[in-house]
Nanobody
Framework: VQLQASGGGLVQPGGSLRLSCVATTSRFAINVQGWYRRVPGKQRELVAMITSGGTAKFADSVKGRFDISRDNSKNTVYLEMKSLKPEDTGVYYC??????????????WGQGTQVTVSS
């Protein structure tokens, strides 16, 4: 599985960004896909994940501000980030797996994309 992420960048507090991640697989279908992040001083943490059936899981810190969606026909997941805060700054990693589990990171990781929230 190869994961190609895009959409990171610099944004002011209160602003918005949209991340995208395309999964390429020659074997089975990807059934769960989403995002983890590593923020300064912390271990990598869940941001949001979604199954091919549309069930999503969000970190408490982003609920109400971030939304995740997936185009199953394109194996592409989107993370809409609104009302961004400086504490959202970090490297965002696309993550995916063949399983449906939302309770653990998937086996496959993208290269990471930097999100910086600063005035």
């Amino acid at each position: 599985v190869q994961l190609q992420a895009s959409g990171g960048g610099l944004v002011q507090p209160g602003g918005s960004l949209r991340l995208s991640c395309v999964a390429t697989t020659s074997r089975f279908a990807i059934n769960v896909q989403g995002w983890y992040r590593r923020v300064p001083g912390k271990q990598r943490e869940l941001v949001a994940m979604i199954t091919s059936g549309g069930t999503a899981k969000f970190a408490d810190s982003v609920k109400g501000r971030f939304d995740i969606s997936r185009d199953n026909s394109k194996n592409t997941v989107y993370l809409e980030m609104k009302s961004l805060k400086p504490e959202d700054t970090g490297v965002y990693y696309c993550n995916a797996d063949y399983s449906y589990s939302l309770e653990r990171p998937g086996d496959y990781w993208g290269q990471g994309t930097q999100v910086t929230v600063s005035s």
